[in-house]
């Protein structure tokens, strides 16, 4: 049973900044490309940024210079480290593991989201 648990969210001001954690339970975890999404209310689940098996990361262009992606493979987790945070990045922001097998999604994981919320 592969569970993503995601923790560190919480609100903030404009301008602070947050780390959002997501430990995963599975086997062979860095084979996984894995990822952070987030749903503002009323939108479309979207994507954050994403880190392959190999390192490999890929941002919104919304996030670009303020949110860094990582992951500690001896530790099955991926971190998402957010600054200079603004009002629109308020939103569940969910954990996602994905496993890819010949360039084809084989299998596809969520956590269950952390509220993150950046108000004055």
């Known amino acids: 049973q592969v569970q993503l648990v995601e923790s560190g969210g919480g609100l903030v001001q404009p301008g602070e900044s947050l780390r959002l954690s997501c430990a995963a339970s599975?086997?062979?975890?860095?084979?996984?490309?894995m990822g952070w999404y987030r749903q503002a209310p009323g939108k479309q689940r979207e994507l954050v940024a994403t880190i392959t098996s190999g390192g490999n990361t890929n941002y919104a262009d919304s996030v670009k210079g303020r949110i860094t992606i990582s992951r500690d493979n001896a530790k099955n987790t991926v971190y998402l480290q957010m600054s200079s945070l603004k009002p629109e990045d308020t939103a569940v922001y969910y954990c996602n593991a994905a496993f890819y097998q010949s360039g084809i999604l084989y299998r596809n994981y969520w956590g269950q989201g952390t509220q993150v919320t950046v108000a004055s």
């Open positions: 599975m086997y062979i975890f860095n084979t996984y490309t």
